[in-house]
């Protein structure tokens, strides 16, 4: 086995190199290397802590969180680096993050360089730092900072650390420096005194509301204010809390939407296969969602010209595109030559001779299959044959899409999610005929637009919105059987999704779910249920938040939902025409009958072979429809509620709706595959 730890020592200076790819983590192997490397070093006069690669110590190796901890644990490592006779000073680059961070901080002395990212992210995995790192960071950053990094997940730069304090220098060339630093004085962090503070009741605060019901930014500040106490009695009760956080089921469920991700954006179906370069993209569109498309392309640096149906549409999806990237300069997201650039490689046009150039051309025009089949006649008789073509569809078979275009191995699905710009999520479509070069291009071009991408299949609605046809059919059963909006949408919230089913309507609008309801009328079961209460409020004008009302109303000015009468009316009014009786439903019986109805759904589509596995449903739903990461997804919930409970839950639902859910095979008796 290859060493993770290499020292050697020049002229009474010890050059300790940790050299694990691919992100330098403190694996057992790096500590164990690690504290022989003290050992061997004594003597010197310093010892200088740097890493090989991209990246200094970028963070704990998770895949050894569910095993009993492996001596030597970090903190003796870390404590003895502070405590080492040899004082040791880190060269750091990259990130330096959770125990890369924690290691830093137990140096003497820090030089970074410039560009180099700092953080405790062990919040976004539902952990605290292990290893000092509370107890050290307030003594070293300050308490804003400090509650930032280990509260909020935030990072901080080279420059904000240098202005804190917390580093000795920032440069291009800190070996040059380390000579400098032998027999500089220092005090070791852990021993400083922490600094009074008048502002933590509001930095409470700000941590109270950012959690959204998670548990581990309440526990970090709770662990930042031990470092009140002296460390030798205080970094105890922060590694005990640390490794008890481990088996929580926040950390569990973070930490498996950590590894899905990293899996689905690598499917094993394309390892090995070679993507297209990507340089100038096509959008046919410059709608909302088409320029969203465009402004991520610029911000990654990509040529973008958009193509519109007419002159005035191309000046307005111009307009609309120089406001998304206005907006990202004004939030200083980008720098005002960032912005210049972008512009200047921003084009619009009704002409489709103007993108005969292009690599990639992504169709993103409204949900109509001959509207999107004359797009891609059109881009077929323009671009050169080897180019890529995508729709953006998010309902409509691509394979009907593509029907006729020349080289239907270039084509794909590239699903985009709205506000695009913003949102991470992006279903990479596999048609027929879709080749393993185009597939890997997507992915490849979705990575680089900073995405999330996950491999689908054809089916109604893909993963994503498939599983949200279910998720409001039982919805809307629930208002039949005795549920109101509000109370299906407050326990929703309250099991941590950032809207229920009934506020998310009204805010992407009535008139959508409608008209795929009635794409889907001739081919929809007619035993299965079917409750028209959405259908009456369309019928009536209701069609959501800018029509100024839906499941809800919403007064002039205010953006806040507002229960309206009229809506109970219409659904009380459905109850007693059908006959139906009302229950009365808990919150957790709307959260279990819903989440159930998500799981089953995605149970079928890994079955049917749409989606590749559990895991890549659960990026789905997390990415992109706003099911709380700190809950795994709805495939991780079932695999903590246990089939049992899953099975019961679904037998009270065919109940209440006979012949209205197909089960998946998994959940159809108690023999639960672990797929």
Known sequence: MRPCVKTEIIDRIAWVTIDNPPVNATSTAVRSELLQAINDIQGCKLAVLQCAGKTFVAGGDMSEFDAPPAAPHLPDVVNAIENSPVPFLAILHGSVLGGGLEIAMACAYRIAKPGTKFGLPEVNVGLIPGAGGTQRAPRLLGWE?????????????AQELLELGAIDAVSDDPRSQVATFI???????STRDVPPSQIMDTLGETVRRSAKGRIAPLHNFTALQWAAAPYKTSQPKERTLHLALRQSDESKALRHIFFAERASSRPEALRGTTPQPVASVAIVGGGLMGCGIASACLNAGH???????????????????????QGALERGKISEEQFQGRLKAFHASDIYADIAHVDLAIEAVFEDLAAKQDVFNELSRVMRPDALLATNTSYLDPNDIFAGVPNPERCLGLHFFSPAHIMKLVEVIRTQSTGMSALASGFAFAKGLRKTPVLAGVCDGFIGNRILAAYRRAAEYLLADGALPYEVDAAMRAFGMAMG?????????????EANRRRQDVNRDPNERYVTISDRLCAKGRLGRRSGMGWYSYSAGSKAPQCDPQVEEIIFDYRAKTGLSQTKFTAEDIQTQLLTAMANEGARIVEEGIADSAADVDVVKTSGYGFPRWRGGPMHWATM?????????????????????????????TSFDQR
């Open 145 to 157: 900072a400090a509650v930032k990094m280990a509260c909020l997940g935030q990072l901080a730069s």
């Open 183 to 189: 027999d500089r004085p220092f005090v070791p962090v």
């Open 303 to 325: 040529s973008v010209h958009i193509v519109e149906r007419d002159v005035e549409a191309a000046a307005k999806a111009t307009d609309t595109v120089r406001g998304l990237l």
């Open 501 to 513: 089913p009934f506020e998310a309507q009204d805010q992407s609008g009535l008139q959508i779910a």
């Open 641 to 669: 509620v246990g089939p049992d409970a899953l099975i019961a839950t679904l037998n009270t639902m065919d109940q209440a709706s006979p012949g209205s859910w197909i089960r998946a095979s998994k959940y159809s008796n």
